[in-house]
T-cell receptor, first 114, second 114 residues
Framework: KAGVTQTPRYLIKTRGQQVTLSCSPISGHRSVSWYQQTPGQGLQFLFEYFSETQRNKGNFPGRFSGRQFSNSRSEMNVSTLELGDSALYLCASRPGPSDTGELFFGEGSRLTVL | AQSVTQLDSQVPVFEEAPVELRCNYSSSVSVYLFWYVQYPNQGLQLLLK??????LVESINGFEAEFNKSQTSFHLRKPSVHISDTAEYFCAVSVNNQGGKLIFGQGTELSVKP
């Protein structure tokens, strides 16, 4: 069974641009979460989606948004990029919202903002 | 609000020595507890979890952690480490019904030297 797939793995943008990151969860998993990882702030929860609906949201500005499609694939978007948005963005999936077990993480998309 | 504190940012040890990575959490409600491991340029992998029942949980590669409710701790231990255990280790908590939203500690970098 394929794992969580994130694309692109690496990308470079400049301040003010926007970026879209993609995540394909493990087959059969319907819940997708996004995290931001930086050296200074560590791992921080962005949001979680299930059945195309946002179920939970972290403490990030409105420039960070996401969505989920009917096939459970998810995208996150960051608009008006700032230098501080440089980070590793991790996507994780799990079977469903009532599952209390593990999150399965992808390898991440490393965003550099110049 | 929940929070997680990993007391050591870096832990250097020699191969075959025992190691303990410390984790304390704060929460006014019941939590689920996790240890994740991250190897360089990879995503996170679940090492072990505590949901309920026995307070001592073990992983397949020799790690164990003990849930101590009175001390609000979930320390990770291994009696004899290998070079291949070199990685960053993250302690995390989730609150009931918010399994996709994990609160992570800042991480402990375990460096195993020959």
């Amino acid at each position: 069974k394929a794992g969580v797939t994130q694309t692109p793995r690496y990308l470079i943008k400049t301040r003010g641009q926007q970026v879209t990151l993609s995540c394909s969860p493990i087959s059969g998993h319907r819940s997708v979460s996004w995290y931001q990882q930086t050296p200074g702030q560590g791992l921080q929860f962005l949001f979680e989606y299930f059945s195309e609906t946002q179920r939970n949201k972290g403490n990030f500005p409105g420039r960070f948004s996401g969505r989920q499609f009917s096939n459970s694939r998810s995208e996150m978007n960051v608009s008006t990029l700032e230098l501080g948005d440089s980070a590793l963005y991790l996507c994780a999936s799990r079977p469903g919202p009532s599952d209390t077990g593990e999150l399965f993480f992808g390898e991440g998309s490393r965003l550099t903002v110049l | 609000a929940q929070s997680v504190t990993q007391l050591d940012s870096q832990v250097p040890v020699f191969e075959e020595a025992p190691v303990e990575l410390r984790c304390n959490y704060s929460s006014s409600v019941s939590v689920y507890l996790f240890w994740y491991v991250q190897y360089p340029n990879q995503g996170l992998q679940l090492l072990l979890k505590y949901l309920s029942g026995s307070t001592l949980v073990e992983s397949i590669n020799g790690f164990e952690a003990e849930f101590n409710k009175s001390q609000t701790s979930f320390h990770l231990r291994k009696p004899s480490v290998h070079i291949s255990d070199t990685a960053e280790y993250f302690c995390a908590v989730s609150v009931n019904n918010q399994g996709g939203k994990l609160i992570f500690g800042q991480g402990t970098e375990l460096s195993v030297k020959p």
